[in-house]
Nanobody, 120 residues
Framework: QVQLAESGGGLVQPGGSLKLSCAAS????????MGWYRQAPGNQRELVARISTGGTTNLADSVKGRFTISRDNAKNTVYLQMNSLKSEDTAVYYCYAYILSGSRIWSDYWGQGTQVTVSS
């Protein structure tokens, strides 16, 4: 059973910073892309950032220059460093990963979500 466990969400003032972490656990043979989506109330879930096994990154235009995604392959963990946060960044952030499990099947896995609230 593969699971993703997120941490690091919370309440922060505009202009502040937060760092999200997401660790994959279970019987894992390999991990492809890892990344973060977010969903604000009334909106569709949107891609924030993703990173390949080799470190190639893609970020949404709305977060470029403010957010950085990184990963530690030895720890099966992906991070999202969020700086210069704005009120419009308020959302539930979901971690995801494309994982080859012990059953030798590639599948998408999702975390339970962590709330990020940017407010004064």
């Amino acid at each position: 059973q593969v699971q993703l466990a997120e941490s690091g969400g919370g309440l922060v003032q505009p202009g502040g910073s937060l760092k999200l972490s997401c660790a994959a656990s279970g019987t894992i043979r390999s991990i492809g892309y890892m990344g973060w989506y977010r969903q604000a109330p009334g909106n569709q879930r949107e891609l924030v950032a993703r990173i390949s096994t080799g470190g190639t990154t893609n970020l949404a235009d709305s977060v470029k220059g403010r957010f950085t995604i990184s990963r530690d392959n030895a720890k099966n963990t992906v991070y999202l460093q969020m700086n210069s946060l704005k009120s419009e960044d308020t959302a539930v952030y979901y971690c995801y990963a494309y994982i080859l499990s012990g059953s030798r099947i590639w599948s998408d896995y999702w975390g339970q979500g962590t709330q990020v609230t940017v407010s004064s």
